[in-house]
């Protein structure tokens, strides 16, 4: 029977700090690893994501996609993973269904005259 492949991989957040190194199959797939990711996040953090679709993977400059698994990210590791702990960058980038509500009030309320104009 076949052994299969494990990648430890350590999570880099936007102030410098690490989750990790967490050991995933290389079956896994990048959406398993954000709910992970999700589900160890620091509680005592400012910026909080609600979601894993929140949660951006950065892997040698590429956002890695939720649909692929570890092994076929590979290329973006450089081919073979080297011996050790791979970083990835975690950026958390809100759904844009809520920022976009939030914009409406702010432009509603804009629509409203705030002065008049006189003239005698």
Same mark, same amino acid.
């Given at each position: 029977?076949?052994?299969?492949?494990?990648?430890?991989?350590?999570?880099?957040?936007?102030?410098?700090?690490?989750?990790?190194?967490?050991?995933? &199959?290389?079956?896994? $797939?990048?959406?398993? @690893?954000?709910?992970?990711? *999700?589900?160890?996040?620091?509680?005592? %953090? !400012?910026?909080?994501?609600?979601?894993?679709?929140?949660?951006?993977?950065?892997?040698?400059?590429?956002?890695?996609?939720?649909?692929?698994?570890?092994?076929?990210?590979?290329?973006?590791?450089?081919?073979?993973?080297? &011996?050790?702990?791979? $970083?990835?960058?975690? @950026?958390?980038?809100?759904? *844009?269904?809520?920022?976009?509500?939030? %914009? !409406?009030?702010?432009?509603?309320?804009?629509?409203?005259?705030?002065?008049?104009?006189?003239?005698?």
């Amino acid at each position: 029977m076949a052994e299969e492949e494990f990648v430890e991989l350590k999570f880099r957040l936007y102030d410098g700090s690490d989750i990790g190194p967490i050991r995933y &199959a290389a079956s896994s $797939t990048i959406a398993m @690893v954000k709910e992970r990711i *999700l589900s160890d996040w620091p509680k005592d %953090k !400012k910026i909080i994501p609600r979601v894993a679709n929140d949660v951006k993977l950065i892997s040698a400059g590429k956002i890695l996609e939720n649909n692929k698994t570890v092994a076929q990210c590979r290329p973006a590791f450089g081919g073979d993973p080297p &011996a050790g702990v791979l $970083t990835m960058h975690v @950026v958390v980038q809100p759904s *844009l269904t809520k920022s976009k509500t939030e %914009k !409406k009030k702010v432009d509603d309320s804009q629509k409203t005259p705030v002065c008049s104009c006189t003239i005698l």
